[in-house]
């Protein structure tokens, strides 16, 4: 079964170092978010991004976060200069066309990658 | 502005127990889509089921059920029988929209349940 994947699963930055997480979403998919959530908290929302464009950002996404899809599998999110409240784990997510019909447009997600800012 | 309320934070049972998480949402769209994502201690998010707003039916798939109440905004999850596996950490979330894509999921706080042998 098709599945969303993500590079590193976890990653130890300085404060202030520029990080890169990585994602292959699920072949097919069309649309892309990433999602983060403290450790113990509820999962949030950061960004969505659709046709090379984003299409719907949250406040956490500030001008320290930006996303790339630099070819036709990875999906990227880089955060320029790391702060300790960005120590997170970090999950992708994608979905399909929903012209495709059924639950094609359920957001899969990966499994992760845990960023420690030190 | 959409929010989903998982009121209940921690539960324990013992195995074979039935067990219900509650989740109430706020939304002002009349379309939307409901969800269950379930998160096991190795920490990824599985999917479990989604609702649109349009299908009240219930859903039952074998030992889980989920309830969806348009009358009092609830979308309910239960587990019958419950089994030391089903320990994790479930999340309950909302989208809005014609569509569930390209939208974004509004997570509630999640409910740790913990399953005794």
């Known amino acids: 079964e098709p599945e969303v994947t993500q590079t590193p699963s976890h990653q130890v930055t300085q404060m202030g170092q520029e990080v890169i997480l990585r994602c292959v979403p699920i072949s097919n998919h069309l649309y892309f978010y990433w999602y983060r959530q403290i450790l113990g908290q509820k999962v949030e929302f950061l960004v969505s991004f659709y046709n090379n464009e984003i299409s719907e950002k949250s406040e956490i996404f500030d001008d320290q976060f930006s996303v790339e899809r630099p070819d036709g599998s990875n999906f990227t999110l880089k955060i320029r200069s790391t702060k300790l409240e960005d120590s997170a784990m970090y999950f992708c997510a994608s979905s399909d066309n929903p012209d495709n019909g059924g639950e094609t447009d359920t957001q899969y997600f990966g499994p992760g990658t845990r960023l420690t800012v030190l | 502005a959409q929010k989903v309320t998982q009121a209940q934070t921690e539960i324990s049972v013992v195995e074979k127990e039935d067990v219900t998480l509650d989740c109430v949402y706020e939304?002002?769209?009349?379309?939307?889509?409901l969800f269950w994502y379930k998160q096991p201690p190795s920490g990824e998010l599985v999917f479990l089921i989604r609702?649109?707003?349009?299908?009240?039916q219930n859903e039952i798939s074998g030992r889980y059920s989920w309830n969806f109440q348009k009358s009092t905004s609830s979308f309910n999850f239960t587990t019958t029988a419950s089994q030391v596996v089903d320990s994790a950490v479930y999340f309950c979330a909302l989208s809005e929209g014609l569509t569930g894509a390209n939208s974004k999921l509004t997570f509630g706080k999640g409910i740790t349940l913990s399953v005794r042998p």
């Open positions: 939304t002002r769209d009349t379309t939307y889509y």
């Open positions: 609702r649109n707003s349009f299908d009240e």
